[in-house]
């Protein structure tokens, strides 16, 4: 659940990224079904960033976002496409829905209409607003949308507040999800 101050807070932060609508278009969102798989789980900061510690991952891709927030929703195929490109280098995609946890089918339909593979962790935000705000990035300001970028460590690399880009996100995991050197690539950088 959201708490009015983040809600306001976010309202306001993303009316300055563009604008702002109750609920996605009947269109996009609606003529989907929401599938299991989709169904956010309601999750408070710690089970979030357990999702973010677990082993496997190379690089971890936390994107907070709402339904209501129209930049979110633009944001959300280049996400999910940058996501099946790298999820085989390593990449882990961690979505957390800002929305209401009464909100969770519409989250779902949302999530299915822009294709999310089914193997996205995808949470609801519950508990309180400021400690999950400070918890991910103490100087992010709880504005909408926002992605966070964690080693396979878990060591916080980058923070956007605001849309994010495919090439945005290139960059920034280039050294993260590169190929590991193997005996035949460190002997063939040895010859002359």
Excluded at 28 to 45: D, I, K, S, Y
Excluded at 63 to 79: G, I, K, Q, S, Y
Excluded at 136 to 147: F, H, I, M, V, Y
Excluded at 155 to 182: C, F, I, M, N, Q
Aim: proline fraction near 8%; include cysteine; charge should be positive.
């Amino acid at each position: 659940m959201l708490g009015a101050m983040l809600k306001g807070r976010l309202a306001l932060a993303t009316l300055a990224l563009g604008t702002v609508s109750p609920s996605p278009s009947a269109g996009a969102a609606g003529a989907v079904a929401q599938t299991p798989a989709l169904a956010p789980a309601p999750a408070e900061l710690p089970a979030i960033l357990a999702a973010v510690r677990a082993p496997g991952a190379r690089a971890v891709l936390v994107n907070v976002w709402a339904t209501w927030c129209d930049p979110c929703r633009e944001e959300m195929p280049a996400l999910i496409r940058f996501y099946r490109d790298h999820r085989a280098n390593g990449l882990r995609l961690v979505l957390v829905s800002a929305d209401d946890e009464d909100d969770g089918a519409q989250v779902a339909r949302v999530l299915a209409a822009a294709g999310l593979p089914a193997d996205t962790l995808s949470f609801i935000k519950r508990g309180d607003d400021m400690k999950f705000i400070n918890g991910l990035d103490r100087n992010w300001s709880g504005s909408l949308p926002a992605s966070f970028l964690f080693d396979g460590r878990a060591r916080k690399r980058h923070t956007w507040a605001g849309p994010v880009t495919y090439r945005d996100l290139e960059r920034s995991t280039a050294g993260l999800l590169a190929a590991p050197a193997t005996p035949e690539t460190k002997r063939a950088r040895r010859k002359p």
